[in-house]
């Protein structure tokens, strides 16, 4: 450890410790080593808040990419809620090309969001970079408590584009989170807590069409809602398979329901017909 | 304590099965680490952590069940006494510990009973017996352990009953938890009380256990199954209701059939 970088030893104790209290253990490292509160908040991934935008009167996620300090924009007003100084909206108020692809990006992920999530809020921020772009697109969905317990879903997508000088076709480099909170009260198990997030990487080259900056500009929304489509559909496969598959079967490597002497016995008759067939 | 310490304590005690690294955590900090014992002590007594003896090949379990106070616990099926240095969650300096008390029969007979009852159901496992302070009742304890750190799994179960001598009824909870941290960080917790009764023996009793934890572990299953059908399911569709992926191309065009969705909005 005391060789050990403080942020990768951060990065590993909040990889360990439980995941529902992810806000709060990363606070307390905040506390712990001050120094480290730039990296850590634009490194991992919390549960995600909404705010409802002062002009559009609709929900918006917050998160570190549409922060100031202590004010957040709103994707549907391009505002910053509380607002802040003139000076510094016009340095991280994104303007021009890269807005109208936000816009058009807000449009299209919301009908993605319909469509999967039937309900819940979606946001997607973008930000020029030297070569391109970066951004951000983010869904949080919560289910309250039924008999098939309660829930909560976020799922935070960043992606850097970069294009090739001609125009032709661009980069895109996909970083793709999903904390999902599951649980259940009930007489039969009293209390039964699923929580976590995992995290996964892509890159892939896709095409730009057309010739006119719309057509380029239509063509990015495409590109990244397709990939950000499909790392989501990966995504739940994983988690199904993470939580309901591995989890449960774990619990079955710790105790057996049937007893072992029995499972033994089972497993050498098995074995007894094999050999015989086999003679 | 500090509030630095309390942080770090907090982060000890909600450490996921079989990875609290605590010689990474002590390294040249000889007083950040003393004043952490407590934290240490909790964490090794609540998750009935095995240390094995000097000398010996069995493992024992640490709980308040067998705390003798100054560090020291006892193992009544070896009938000895044992230091413990939780920070290194290491045993020395051993004496005998002879079985004696009211109970002391109970305990030898459910130290054979429930080790064989608990090898029925759990590959690998440590129990342990012991009369509470007042004598007024015998805790049963169990802990199984599975560490897959190559899979990037650590599974822990733990059962803890309190026998009542008198009635032979027992109350209890069981607690099974696993991590899972494989580019992620997933974790299961789940608690469940117990309230048997109706033996009249070791063997009914331990009996009585491993019908009661079969009946929770097939709940658990079930559980599994109803949050999968259940919020996992009305959290995010695996297709949209259209059954085909969305068609980025024509993006503009799904806004007439959101209107349309509301009409049918039954169908799936």
């Known amino acids: 450890m005391a060789t050990a970088d403080p942020f990768d030893a951060a990065l590993d104790l909040l990889r360990r410790l439980p995941p529902s209290s992810t806000q709060k253990n990363l606070n307390g490292i905040i506390s712990l080593q001050p120094d480290l509160e730039e990296d850590l908040l634009s490194s991992v991934d919390v549960a995600l808040t909404s705010k409802r935008c002062v002009t559009s009167g609709r929900d918006y996620l917050c998160c570190d990419y549409n922060r100031d300090g202590n004010s957040y924009r709103s994707p549907w007003s391009n505002e910053f809620d509380p607002p802040i100084e003139p000076d510094d909206a016009a340095e991280v108020t994104?303007?021009?090309?890269?807005?109208?692809?936000?816009?058009?990006?807000?449009?299209?992920?919301?009908?993605?969001?319909?469509?999967?999530?039937?309900?819940?809020?979606?946001?997607?921020?973008?930000?020029?970079?030297?070569?391109?772009?970066?951004?951000?697109?983010?869904?949080?969905?919560?289910?309250?408590?039924?008999?098939?317990?309660?829930?909560?879903?976020?799922?935070?997508?960043?992606?850097?584009?970069?294009?090739?000088?001609?125009?032709?076709s661009a980069d895109y480099k996909l970083t793709s989170t999903v904390i999902l909170d599951l649980g259940l009260q009930s007489a039969a198990v009293d209390n039964l807590e699923l929580a976590g997030n995992l995290t996964r990487q892509t890159q892939q080259k896709c095409p730009l069409n057309g010739m006119r900056d719309n057509e380029i500009e239509q063509s990015h929304v495409v590109n990244i809602g397709r990939m950000v489509e499909d790392m989501e559909t990966r995504m739940r496969n994983l988690l199904q398979e993470v939580y309901f598959g591995k989890a449960k079967d774990v619990v079955g490597d710790l105790r057996s329901i049937q007893p072992l002497s029995e499972a033994e016995r089972d497993r050498a008759a098995h074995q007894e017909v094999i050999n015989k067939m086999g003679r | 304590?500090?509030?630095?310490?309390?942080?770090?304590?907090?982060?000890?005690?909600?450490?996921?099965?079989?990875?609290?690294?605590?010689?990474?955590?002590?390294?040249?900090?000889?007083?950040?680490?003393?004043?952490?014992?407590?934290?240490?002590?909790?964490?090794?007594?609540?998750?009935?952590?095995?240390?094995?003896?000097?000398?010996?090949?069995?493992?024992?379990?640490?709980?308040?069940?067998n705390s003798l106070g100054e560090g020291r616990y006892h193992d009544t099926a070896s009938q000895t006494s044992f230091e413990v240095d939780h920070a290194s969650q290491k045993a020395s300096n051993t004496q005998q510990h002879p079985l004696e008390g009211q109970h002391s029969d109970l305990i030898k007979s459910l130290l054979r009973s429930f080790a064989s009852a608990s090898a029925e159901h759990f590959p690998s496992s440590t129990i342990g017996i012991y009369a509470t302070q007042s004598d007024s009742a015998v805790a049963l304890v169990l802990v199984a352990n599975k560490y897959s750190p190559q899979n990037f799994w650590n599974g822990r179960w733990r059962s803890t009953y309190l026998l009542d001598p008198s009635s032979n009824s027992l109350s209890g909870t069981v607690k099974v938890d696993v991590h899972y941290y494989e580019d992620g960080n997933v974790r299961m917790s789940t608690s469940k009380k117990l309230e048997l009764s109706g033996a009249s023996n070791a063997d009914g009793i331990v009996r009585e256990i491993a019908k009661a934890e079969n009946k929770f572990q097939e709940e658990l299953n079930r559980a599994f199954t109803n949050l999968a059908e259940g919020s996992f399911k009305a959290l995010r569709r695996p297709l949209p209701v259209t059954r085909q992926k969305v068609e980025w191309e024509k993006i503009g065009g799904y806004r007439v059939r959101k209107d349309l969705k509301n009409l049918n909005s039954s169908g799936d």
């Open chain 2, 1 to 65: 304590m500090g509030s630095k310490e309390a942080t770090v304590a907090s982060f000890i005690e909600s450490a996921p099965p079989g990875e609290v690294d605590i010689k990474a955590l002590a390294s040249n900090q000889p007083s950040l680490l003393q004043s952490l014992d407590p934290a240490f002590k909790k964490y090794n007594e609540e998750q009935y952590v095995t240390v094995k003896l000097p000398g010996g090949s069995e493992a024992v379990l640490l709980s308040e069940y």
């Open chain 1, 94 to 168: 994104p303007q021009g090309r890269v807005r109208r692809m936000e816009e058009a990006l807000n449009c299209a992920v919301d009908i993605y969001r319909e469509l999967y999530y039937e309900g819940g809020t979606s946001s997607a921020y973008l930000w020029p970079l030297d070569e391109g772009f970066a951004g951000c697109v983010l869904f949080k969905k919560s289910a309250s408590q039924g008999s098939g317990g309660k829930g909560g879903w976020d799922s935070i997508h960043v992606l850097e584009v970069s294009e090739a000088a001609t125009k032709r």
